[in-house]
């Protein structure tokens, strides 16, 4: 149900594009072409589902071409020797940021949540979604889950194995916002009396 968000999440430098003829069994048909497309590293859903739509229409044309000329060869699924991953259905909770996993897998949730439904945390019992970030180094000697700004340029967030510097996000009830338009209008000292 959900391709492109799981293939970033876990951590997939490929996807692709597949035309193949229908089965009754859902996913079981034999393949007539397909292409791969790479997944950058900044890649989110959004940028991997536009290279995608490229590629699929790009394709659709060459399989109706081939088809009409009889030039395609379909292959069994099973000759393909892929590894096959599911994606189900995302639900809200899955969009939830677990500090404690490893920066990697933080920063990928982020990019396979982009920009829907958007990944999201709480900072000072509020939730913010986070639309783009960037890996870093862990904050010394700080739990996963704990953050540090300078209330103007960054907001820092460690994971299990380094951290998360947050540069897109939407607080809750507001507008989405780069990070220093965020800090710009927040203030972190009402929050630590």
């Known amino acids: 149900a959900a391709p492109i968000n799981w293939a970033i999440m876990n951590g997939e430098k490929f996807t692709g594009v597949t035309t193949f003829k229908l089965q009754h069994a859902i996913d079981t ?20 589902h536009d290279k995608l739509k490229d590629a699929g229409a790009a394709l659709l044309v060459k399989t109706i071409q081939g088809l009409a000329n009889n030039s395609l060869t379909a292959t069994p699924q ?12 995302l639900h809200s909770d899955m969009a939830r940021i677990e500090w404690d996993c490893s920066a990697d897998e933080v920063f990928n949730k982020i990019r396979g949540l982009s ?20 890996k870093t180094e862990r904050l010394s000697e700080s739990k996963a889950g704990s953050f ?35 800090l710009r209008g927040y203030s972190f000292s009402k929050h630590t009396a």
């Open 148 to 182: 540090s700004t300078d209330g103007k340029t960054y907001l820092n967030y460690s994971c299990r194995d380094g951290g998360i510097s947050v540069k897109e996000l939407q607080p809750e009830g507001k507008k989405r916002m780069l990070i220093a338009d965020f």
């Open 78 to 89: 099973a000759d393909t020797g892929l590894t096959l991953h599911h994606a189900p259905k």
């Open 115 to 134: 920009p829907f439904p958007g990944a999201y945390t709480h900072l000072h019992e509020k939730m913010i979604k986070i639309y783009r970030g960037e």
């Open 29 to 48: 048909g034999n393949i007539l072409l397909s292409e791969k497309i790479e997944i950058a590293e900044h890649d989110n859903a959004g940028t991997v």
